[in-house]
T-cell receptor, first 116, second 116 residues
Framework: AQKITQTQPGMFVQEKEAVTLDCTYD???????LFWYKQPSSGEMIFLIY??????QNATEGRYSLNFQKARKSANLVISASQLGDSAMYFC?????????????FGSGTRLQVQP | KAGVTQTPRYLIKTRGQQVTLSCSPI?????VSWYQQTPGQGLQFLFE???????NKGNFPGRFSGRQFSNSRSEMNVSTLELGDSALYLC???????????????FGSGTRLTVV
């Protein structure tokens, strides 16, 4: 069965510094997609970045980049130049294409706190 | 373009009652998924609807049901509420954000249900 592991329950980072949030996954599918979402205290899940299993380049979206290491089954999120507004829960998620399950499997999340 | 709209935002119900939650996807989107988020179990997939048909269902008891209308709006119903049903219920609208079969999910702000 598919599984997402986020081993960092909480992280602290100084404002303007970069931070890496870890995510490893387990799947037997060859085709899958990896997502990162941000969840502020308001509860809404905000899409940040997506990486397809066949994408040859690491995904980037503004200050967010995804360090995709397929052989190690890791998809770490890198946030550059942290801002106070980045303080939130961050979830890594996977969708498996081969099974057609059309559902996201989420990790347990990492709470990021940006300090001034 | 309006996002995913969930109503109500907050709800308090008594054990044994039933509840109906509503979700309107992004205009033009025909797929709606529902997720339950609790501190203990994290984010779990409930079900997905596409063009008024349930396409996928998670591992939840039959007390959890849903439906989708011709305008793509979806409702989720929980009958005979239990204390453990207290959670944030999130609805997601599926959209293609790249060419081909790659797509992502846009979430609403959720409905926070408290069962007392």
């Amino acid at each position: 069965a598919q599984k997402i592991t986020q081993t960092q329950p909480g992280m602290f980072v100084q404002e303007k510094e970069a931070v890496t949030l870890d995510c490893t996954y387990d799947t037997s599918d060859q085709s899958y997609g990896l997502f990162w979402y941000k969840q502020p205290s308001s509860g809404e899940m905000i899409f940040l970045i997506y990486q397809g299993s066949y994408d040859e380049q690491n995904a980037t979206e503004g200050r967010y980049s995804l360090n995709f290491q397929k052989a190690r089954k890791s998809a770490n999120l890198v946030i550059s130049a942290s801002q106070l507004g980045d303080s939130a829960m961050y979830f890594c998620a996977m969708r498996e294409t081969d099974t057609g399950r059309r559902a996201l499997t989420f990790g347990s999340g990492t709470r990021l706190q940006v300090q001034p | 373009k309006a996002g995913v709209t969930q109503t109500p935002r907050y709800l308090i119900k008594t054990r044994g009652q039933q509840v109906t939650l509503s979700c309107s996807p992004i205009s033009g989107h025909r797929s709606v998924s529902w997720y339950q988020q609790t501190p203990g179990q994290g984010l779990q997939f409930l079900f997905e609807y596409f063009s008024e048909t349930q396409r996928n269902k998670g591992n939840f008891p039959g007390r959890f049901s849903g439906r989708q209308f011709s305008n793509s709006r979806s409702e989720m119903n929980v009958s005979t509420l239990e204390l453990g049903d207290s959670a944030l219920y999130l609805c997601a609208s599926r959209q293609v954000f790249r060419t081909g079969s790659q797509y992502g999910y846009t979430f609403g702000s959720g409905t926070r249900l408290t069962v007392v």
